[in-house]
Structure formats: C-alpha cells, structure tokens
Nanobody, 129 residues
Framework: QVTLVMSGGGFVQAGGSLRLSCTAS????????VSWFRQAPEKEGTFVRE????????????YYADSVKGRFTISRDNTQNTVYLQMNSLKPEDTAVYYC??????????????????WGQGTQVTVSS
C-alpha cells in the first residue's frame, strides 16, 4: 500500500511558475506509474478529474494533455521517491485542485482517472489574470 503526499501549489499571477511534488511512502515510487490530474472549480462535487501529465515507472515515457504541452514538465526522482510537476507560463484556466495519482507499473498507461487506485490529498493552484 502506497501513500502519496503532495506539496507545492499556491497562488501565482499569469505567466508565473509553480512546482508540485508528490512523495510516496510505504512503497517505492518506482513500483508505480504516476500521473497528475486536476479538478476545476466548476467541476467540484463531481469526480471529473482532467488528465494533465503522466510518467512511466522508469521515467522513460512521459505523456501530456494538449492544454499543457510545452508549459508543464513531469519528472521523477526514484531515489527521492518523488514525482514532480513543473508548471511554467501558467494561465488562469490552469486554476484547479491538482492531484497526483499512482497505479502499479504493470498496468498499461492510462489517462483515465478511474484507472488509478492511489491518490494524493490534492493541492490548490490559483492563477490570477
């Protein structure tokens, strides 16, 4: 059983940057595919979480939503048991609660939130115009 603890997030003006961290405990993060999802304010109260970025268990494969390509970078440091999401050139439409999520590395990669069994606690990212 893995527990994911998130840090980072906050308030930033449009064009700014933030970095989110997702640290695993209980199991090695290298045992998991990890992705980031977000839930926009108008979708709170539902389980509609939008895929943002994902990374294979070894870091060899990365995947991005079209809306964040070229602005966000996902990376992982298995020695630190941590996955990162570097967010640059932030836009007001990036405002959301962000979550990291994990699924066993033996599963096929998926952008569907329902495929992920382990979730971080969520962190708010607010981008002002």
């Amino acid at each position: 059983q893995v527990t994911l603890v998130m840090s980072g997030g906050g308030f930033v003006q449009a064009g700014g940057s933030l970095r989110l961290s997702c640290t695993a405990s209980g199991r090695a993060v290298s045992d998991y595919i990890v992705s980031w999802f977000r839930q926009a304010p108008e979708k709170e109260g539902t389980f509609v979480r939008e895929f943002v970025a994902g990374i294979g268990w070894s870091g060899g494969g990365t995947y991005y939503a079209d809306s964040v390509k070229g602005r966000f970078t996902i990376s992982r440091d298995n020695t630190q048991n941590t996955v990162y999401l570097q967010m640059n050139s932030l836009k007001p439409e990036d405002t959301a609660v962000y979550y990291c999520a994990a699924v066993t590395r033996f599963a096929p990669f998926s952008t569907d939130a329902a495929s992920y069994g382990y979730w971080g606690q969520g962190t708010q990212v607010t981008v002002s115009s």
